[in-house]
């Protein structure tokens, strides 16, 4: 079964700190995204990743930067953290092109006071 | 713009009632479709997907979904809710060739009263 492990449940940091989220995946998966989840708008995509070293924009990029080093390991970066980036993130991995499933992780609740 | 659109936001039903929940896409390609669900306190969870050949696809507990091309709609049926499927479901859409980005609709909160 696979398995995307993600560093934090809750985190709370102060605006202006830089954040690091972290996620791994153990199944090889070439594809890694990263999402933030509000009420009543869904996922929405940030940033995702075909390979190592690779990055794509997704919908809503500003405020985040992201690192893939290895293949298991996606991060999301803020790089000064603001109030409206109080959210659920979540990463999620998959294999091949646009027909495979998405396997998420349990998200990290991120508080930015 | 690609999007997808969920028309309910919570919908309430009690036990052994009918469920229907409507999702509609705008992208004029081929695409893939899913619909996952969260269950509270867990993770996101696919449901059932569609890629090609039989518009009508069976899921996980009970739950299957119609792809209709002309009404680009991919709307979620199941006869019989227990109290156990609340949730909040998510249908998702991935556009041919879009190296298996995801568009997701804005959920749809089911509570089943027991």
């Given at each position: 079964d696979v398995k995307v492990t993600q560093s934090s449940r809750y985190l709370v940091k102060r605006t202006g700190e830089k954040v690091f989220l972290e996620c791994v995946q153990d199944?090889?998966?070439e594809n890694m995204f990263w999402y933030r989840q509000d009420p009543g708008l869904g996922l929405r995509l940030i940033y995702f990743s075909y390979d190592v070293k690779m990055k794509e924009k997704g919908d809503i990029p500003e405020g985040y930067s992201v690192s893939r080093e290895k293949k298991e390991r996606f991060s999301l970066i803020l790089e000064s953290a603001s109030t409206n980036q109080t959210s659920m993130y979540l990463c999620a991995s998959s294999s091949g092109g646009s027909g495979q499933p998405q396997h998420f992780g349990d998200g990290t609740r991120l508080s930015i006071l | 713009a690609q999007s997808v659109s969920q028309h309910n936001h919570h919908v309430i039903l009690s036990e052994a009632a009918s469920l229907e929940l409507g999702c509609n896409y705008s992208y004029g390609g081929t695409v893939n479709l899913f619909w996952y669900v969260q269950y509270p306190g867990q993770h996101l969870q696919l449901l059932l997907k569609y890629f090609?050949?039989?518009p009508l696809v069976k899921g996980i507990k009970g739950f299957e979904a119609e792809f209709i091309k002309s009404k680009f709609s991919f709307n979620l049926r199941k006869p019989s809710v227990q109290w156990s499927d609340t949730a909040e479901y998510f249908c998702a859409v991935s556009p041919y060739n879009q190296g298996g980005k995801l568009i997701f609709g804005q959920g749809t909160e089911l509570s089943v009263k027991p």
């Open positions: 199944m090889d998966h | 090609s050949g039989d």
